[in-house]
Every structure is written in C-alpha cells, then in structure tokens.
C-alpha cells in the first residue's frame, strides 16, 4: 500500500524544528540555522507496516510575525509534529496556550499529533526546566503520545516521524 501524508511541524519559534526536519530528512544537525521565513517543506518516503508513506513535511514559521500566514499552511496536512524546548518553560506553555488551540482551530480534530519536547541533550548542562510529567499529562488529554527528542543527536526524531506516520495510516485506513 502507498500512502501520500503532508505533515506539519509547528511550534513556537527557535524551539529547533528545521534542525528536527533536517536531522531526518539528512540526518544532519548544524548549530547555525537561519530562521523559517513563512514555510519550507521536504519530502521523505518511510517504510511503514504494510507499505511506503510518501511524506510531505511543511516546517512552519514559529514566529508570532508570521501568524496571518499560518492558517493556509495547515489546509490538507494529516498530521502535526507539536514542538516545544525542553528548556525553555514558556514555550512549553505557548503550546498549550496558543499552538495547540491554533492547529485545532485549522484541523480536523481527529487530526493526530505527536508532542515533542526537543533539545534533551541540553538537559545534563542546563538542567530540567519543563516538567516532563506535565507534557505526558497533556499529550494524553488530548489522545496523543509524547517523546522527547535531540536534532543534535538524533535521538528520536525519526521515532516521533514514525509513531506519527503510523497513527496517520491507521486513521486512513
């Protein structure tokens, strides 16, 4: 079976979502990004349980500048990737505050997502900031799944693409 999936990537900016679609689309990390201007999108086929999924990831712009843009980004996406960092507290909030109620708003709510707390491999240095209890707790209020990621070292990421696309193709079929 093949499947076609647009995905999103959104979350507040600066909380490393070019870094998470670089490291799997490349699996490459730089430290030096510049920052989404409005959407960039790859594509990536995955091997799935009973086929290929062909996806299509749009990584969105973070910035609060480019939200009268957002909305047409979300328009035929399957699925979202939801994305805060694990040291930064407030944006852990500014996803519940305002991502998550955004994607809701522009998305089917059966939609599935996966929340990823990204940059774990900054927590030995800076020390835990987000309460990871807490993003477990929301994700699975809302029928999701949570995991915790590193585009630095790859930890992850292409778990959370995978779980993603699974629950994808389970609801397409």
Request: no cysteine; glycine share 6%.
């Amino acid at each position: 079976m093949e499947y076609r999936f647009k995905i999103i990537l959104i979350g507040p900016g600066a909380v490393g979502k070019t870094s998470i679609l670089m490291r799997f689309i490349h699996n490459k990390f730089s430290k030096s990004y510049k920052m989404t201007i409005g959407v960039d999108f790859l594509n990536k086929e995955l091997k799935i349980d009973d086929g290929i999924a062909r996806l299509t990831i749009w990584d969105v712009a973070g910035q609060k500048r480019f939200r009268f843009m957002r909305k047409n980004f979300y328009s035929g996406a399957a699925g979202a990737l939801l994305v805060f960092d694990l040291t930064r507290e407030n944006t852990f909030q500014e996803v519940i505050r305002r991502w998550y109620p955004e994607m809701t708003q522009f998305l089917d709510k059966d939609v599935p997502f996966i929340l990823i707390g990204n940059k774990v491999d900054l927590i030995e240095e800076i020390g835990s900031v987000t309460d990871s209890e807490n993003a477990k707790k929301f994700a699975k209020s809302k029928g999701s799944f949570y995991i915790e990621t590193s585009a630095k070292t790859g930890q992850n990421v292409e778990d959370a693409f995978m779980e993603l696309t699974r629950r994808i193709a389970d609801q397409a079929s």
